[in-house]
């Protein structure tokens, strides 16, 4: 079964205290792989999309790679605007032609 | 370049009701997606609407319908509402591959 999973669940950083979240993919025609930011209460906001493995992008302090499995957003030297919670989300060959999956989430909480 | 739409903001209803949430696409995008987002569960699936016709729906039961109007325009219905359909509704539609989310209807199921 084609699924995401997101981790950790929930993570807390000081402000400036870099870290990376995960998001794990079981997809058979991967058609791209998307990271959201969503704020509470609102609609999920685009940040990147990735279509091959290897492939990196960057905005401001944000920094998102794909492997084969997994995909990776790298969060550089946080500020507490950063806190949200961010998606990840694939679209696969054989389903609607931008129909995304997503996973639950991660939620960042950076703290000043 | 103006957003997705939605409206209302926030609705409120009671268990056996029937509900009704609307969409506006970004102008000249013909395909609307609904997503539902229920605490804890994510967002899920629920139909994909394209020039007019529903193309693909979610594991969600019959009693979740929709339509799009000629100017792509959707609506969501929800019949016989329940206490679990309380979630954040979200519309999108897509451009050069990018699915563009509106800001949701909150539904309150009491």
């Known amino acids: 079964e084609d699924q995401v999973t997101q981790s950790p669940e929930a993570l807390r950083l000081q402000e400036g205290e870099s870290s990376s979240l995960n998001c794990s993919y079981t997809?058979?025609?991967?058609?791209?792989l998307f990271w959201y930011r969503q704020d509470p209460g609102k609609g999920p906001e685009f940040l990147f999309t990735?279509?091959?493995a290897g492939e990196e992008k960057e905005k401001e302090r944000l920094k998102a790679t794909l492997t084969k499995k997994e995909s990776f957003l790298h969060i550089t030297a946080p500020k507490p605007e950063d806190s949200a919670t961010y998606l990840c989300?694939?679209?696969?060959?054989?389903?609607?032609?931008?129909?995304?999956?997503f996973g639950k989430g991660t939620k960042l909480s950076v703290i000043p | 370049e103006a957003g997705v739409t939605q409206s209302p903001t926030h609705l409120i209803k009671t268990r056996g009701q029937q509900a009704t949430l609307r969409c506006s696409p970004i102008?000249?995008?013909?395909?609307v997606y609904w997503y539902q987002q229920a605490l804890g569960l994510g967002l899920q699936f629920l139909l994909w609407?394209?020039?007019?016709?529903?193309?693909n729906r979610g594991n969600f039961p019959p009693r979740f319908s929709g339509r799009q109007f000629p100017n792509y325009s959707s609506e969501l219905n929800v019949n016989a509402l329940e206490l679990e359909d309380s979630a954040l509704y979200l519309c999108?539609?897509?451009?050069?591959?990018?699915?563009?989310f509106g800001p949701g209807t909150r539904l309150l199921v009491l």
């Open positions: 999108a539609s897509t451009s050069h591959g990018i699915m563009n």
């Open positions: 997809v058979s025609g991967l058609r791209g």
């Open positions: 990735l279509y091959s």
């Open positions: 989300a694939f679209a696969y060959s054989g389903a609607g032609s931008y129909q995304l999956t």
């Open positions: 102008s000249g995008h013909t395909s």
């Open positions: 609407y394209d020039e007019g016709e529903e193309r």
